[in-house]
Structures are given as C-alpha cells and as structure tokens.
C-alpha cells in the first residue's frame, strides 16, 4: 500500500486526475480497501483516488463513511466502517469544523488543543482496537484570520496558537501509536501559498 501514497507533484493536477477518473477502466489487480472519514465534503476525493490507486495496479474499493461521522464510525464496533474491513483510513478533518467546536469550547481555551489531541487519538485507538488497517490522518490547516496579528503566536488561547499546538501534538502523538500516518495539509497550503508568494 505504501507505494500508493509516493507520487510526485505533477502527478497530482487536479484537472487531469479528473479527466482520467472518467474514463478509468479499473485493473484487475489485487483489491485496495480504503475508507475516508471527514468533517467535510469527500466525495469530490474519490474519483482522484481511483485514479492514483489504478495507476499503481490496484483495484480501487473505497467507502465514504457519512458526513461527520469520524469519532461514531470509530468509536461503534457495528460501524459500516468495520463492515467494510478497509486496508487504509484516511481521515480528513479541516480547520472549519474545529473553528466551530473552538469558538463552543466551554472550558479554557488553553486546553482545546490537548484535549482535541486526546479526542484525535483516542480515534486511532478505537480504530486500532478494531482493525489493523493504516491510518493517514490529516492535521490542520492554519486559519487564515489572525485578529491579533503577530501577537497572536504569544497569547496562549487564540485559534491559530490553538491550531499550532494541535498540529504538534498530532505529529508528536502519531510518532507513537503504531500504524499513524500523517497527511500534512497544513503543508500542502503554505506551499501553495509560498508558490504565489515571490
């Protein structure tokens, strides 16, 4: 499976994979079992894989899981999920949905990012409990907003210091629950960004 997840940068023109996803005439290879769970829209995802996965040899299967079901699909042993018994989960979850849950957080914000780190992981270990499939799980990107500015990076409960902190705990949490990949989103923009920039 890891050679799927090694491709290099022109091969990934959103345009072109979409194209191909049209007229894709699946391999009859080996199947490739990969469930996507998200806070937001994936659906716009799967023809992309299919194509990517095709492309290595692999018969594409994928399963998206209903819109914000993360923790409910990992958390029921009876989830469709399992049901679907997926040789990789990606799960998606983008800076939108946890804007919402900073700005309702009811505690002190300077503990949203630990305890969304701990909620994010204790995903990982329900589903390991469950399933040995690889897990690719996406972090954060960085909120475009900063009502503070620069002073923002020292005061300790905003919601970009928030998103920073979470995406460290992410990676540094991930580094030690086995079979936890990380998809650096939160890199894929800065790039993007840092191409326009110059």
């Given at each position: 499976?890891?050679?799927?997840?090694?491709?290099?940068?022109?091969?990934?023109?959103?345009?072109?994979?979409?194209?191909?996803?049209?007229?894709?005439?699946?391999?009859?290879?080996p199947e490739l079992r990969?469930?996507?769970?998200?806070?937001?829209?994936?659906?716009?995802?799967?023809?992309?894989?299919?194509?990517?996965?095709?492309?290595?040899?692999?018969?594409?299967?994928?399963?998206?899981?209903?819109?914000?079901?993360?923790?409910?699909?990992?958390?029921?042993?009876?989830?469709?999920?399992?049901?679907?018994?997926?040789?990789?989960?990606?799960?998606?979850?983008?800076?939108?949905?946890?804007?919402?849950?900073?700005?309702?957080?009811?505690?002190?914000?300077?503990?949203?990012?630990?305890?969304?780190?701990?909620?994010?992981?204790?995903?990982?270990?329900?589903?390991?409990?469950?399933?040995?499939?690889?897990?690719?799980?996406?972090?954060?990107?960085?909120?475009?907003?900063?009502?503070?500015?620069?002073?923002?990076?020292?005061?300790?409960?905003?919601?970009?210091g928030s998103v920073l902190?979470?995406?460290?705990?992410?990676?540094?949490?991930?580094?030690?629950?086995?079979?936890?990949?990380?998809?650096?989103?939160?890199?894929?923009a800065g790039w993007i960004?840092?191409?326009?920039?110059?």
């Amino acid at each position: 499976g890891n050679c799927v997840l090694k491709l290099s940068a022109e091969r990934l023109d959103y345009f072109d994979l979409a194209r191909r996803a049209k007229r894709l005439m699946l391999p009859a290879g080996p199947e490739l079992r990969v469930a996507l769970l998200g806070d937001s829209s994936t659906q716009h995802l799967v023809p992309l894989l299919e194509v990517l996965i095709a492309d290595r040899g692999y018969r594409p299967v994928i399963h998206e899981a209903g819109f914000d079901t993360v923790e409910l699909e990992a958390l029921n042993p009876h989830s469709s999920l399992y049901a679907f018994a997926p040789q990789i989960i990606v799960i998606l979850q983008g800076t939108g949905k946890l804007r919402s849950l900073y700005y309702d957080y009811a505690s002190d914000r300077r503990q949203f990012a630990m305890d969304r780190a701990t909620a994010i992981e204790s995903t990982w270990r329900a589903i390991r409990a469950r399933s040995s499939a690889i897990i690719i799980q996406s972090n954060f990107v960085l909120p475009y907003e900063r009502p503070f500015g620069n002073y923002g990076l020292q005061a300790p409960d905003t919601l970009h210091g928030s998103v920073l902190e979470l995406n460290h705990e992410i990676r540094r949490r991930s580094s030690l629950c086995e079979g936890v990949l990380l998809n650096d989103v939160d890199y894929l923009a800065g790039w993007i960004g840092r191409g326009t920039f110059i």
